[in-house]
């Protein structure tokens, strides 16, 4: 199987792509860099099953003619920044609209028939019901998550015109090695500042599910052997969650911190557009016989030892 990884180069496309490689998957792996890191595919250069693209997935004729020859496709490049939408009204939709369909346009031509996205728990804005099932009303809270519900419907409607079959993701966070954004990165850029103190958005009461990174990636490998609908919508999530300030308690304790005094920004959200509660039903995805390896508290704990020994990635963004 030959596999195409767009946003291959960041947190999680890296790990898919060792991933598959360790599979014996050829892969070829397309990113402009933009978060992507260096140290995290360097590794994989002299493999001959490893191709690397340095390009734009808005550079439409390049996407075309790189992607030509491969089975599938997993579609992870996004402006991954959910806050940044409210600053700049355009990147969700140019990064995460356009590029999405760009993605699907040289599918099109290159006559590649199966699509993986990775979309997020964002398009559930404030959710009524929770945990929270793939089947409820959707209303968007920010711009991030109404890219990727407008990537969806694209994907949804060209396996519908192209006879193609997706599987669309729908993740909380996810942490692990690798990982370059998010609530421990914030945390430890702050504590690195300043170890003595640390402000924290929102009122630290949200509540919020994460999963590792592994997890995650066994989860979309599971699905994509065992469903087989034309378009197949799937939570990823773990079963608990923990609040924000309970979580700022993990991360000062596992980097040896002791009386580190807390702020808090107040509201209930952390930005606008934050959800205070997440936590997805991921009874259809465990249905596939999927459960997760690491608790939420561990996988805070491997997320911090990784930033620990690469604290160098706390300037890169
Ligand atoms: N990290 C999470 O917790 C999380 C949660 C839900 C959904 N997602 C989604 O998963 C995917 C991967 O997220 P991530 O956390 O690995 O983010 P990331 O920023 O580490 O990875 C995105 C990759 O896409 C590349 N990229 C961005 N714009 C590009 C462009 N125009 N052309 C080519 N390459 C481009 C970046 O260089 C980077 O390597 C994204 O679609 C994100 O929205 C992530």
């Not at 390049?62 to 997993?74: E, P, R, W, Y």
């Not at 809270?141 to 409607?157: C, F, M, P, V």
């Not at 909380?172 to 914030?186: A, E, K, L, Q």
């Amino acid at each position: 199987m030959k596999a195409f990884i767009t946003g291959g180069a960041g947190f999680i496309g890296s790990n898919l792509a060792d991933r598959l490689l360790e599979t014996g998957t050829e892969v070829t792996v397309y990113d402009n860099f933009s978060t992507g890191q260096d140290k995290f595919i360097r590794h994989n250069i002299n493999n001959p099953k490893y191709t690397l693209i340095s390009a734009d997935v808005l550079d439409k004729n390049t996407l075309i003619s790189a992607m030509s020859g491969n089975d599938v496709v997993f579609h992870f490049q996004a402006n991954a920044d959910v806050r940044g939408g409210i600053h700049n009204t355009r990147i969700d939709v140019e990064q995460n609209i356009t590029g999405t369909h760009n993605v699907l346009e040289a599918m099109r031509v290159n006559n590649i028939k199966k699509i993986a996205f990775a979309s997020s728990a964002v398009v559930y804005g404030e959710p009524e019901i929770i945990p929270t099932p793939e089947n409820i009303p959707l209303i968007q809270t920010s711009l991030y998550g109404a890219s990727k519900i407008s990537a969806e419907s694209l994907i949804q409607a060209y396996c519908e015109y192209f006879d193609m079959k997706s599987y669309i993701f729908r993740f909380v966070s996810f942490m692990g090695p690798r990982y370059t954004h998010g609530v421990i990165f914030d945390f430890m850029k702050k504590l690195k500042e300043d170890p003595t103190k640390l402000h924290i958005l929102g009122d630290g009461k949200q509540r919020k599910s994460y999963l590792h990174v592994s997890d995650g990636i066994s989860a979309i490998l599971l699905a994509m052997k065992k469903s087989d609908k034309k378009t197949n919508i799937l939570n990823l999530g773990n079963s608990e969650w923990i609040n924000v300030t309970d979580l700022a308690y993990i991360v000062c304790e596992n980097l040896g911190l002791k009386k580190v005094k807390f702020s808090f920004a107040g509201g209930i959200r952390g930005w606008k557009g934050d959800t205070p509660f997440v936590h997805l039903d991921i009874s259809k995805i465990s249905a596939l016989g999927w459960k997760p390896d690491y608790s939420v508290k561990d996988t805070i704990i491997d997320t911090v030892k990784y930033l620990s020994e690469n604290d160098d990635l706390l300037g890169a963004r």
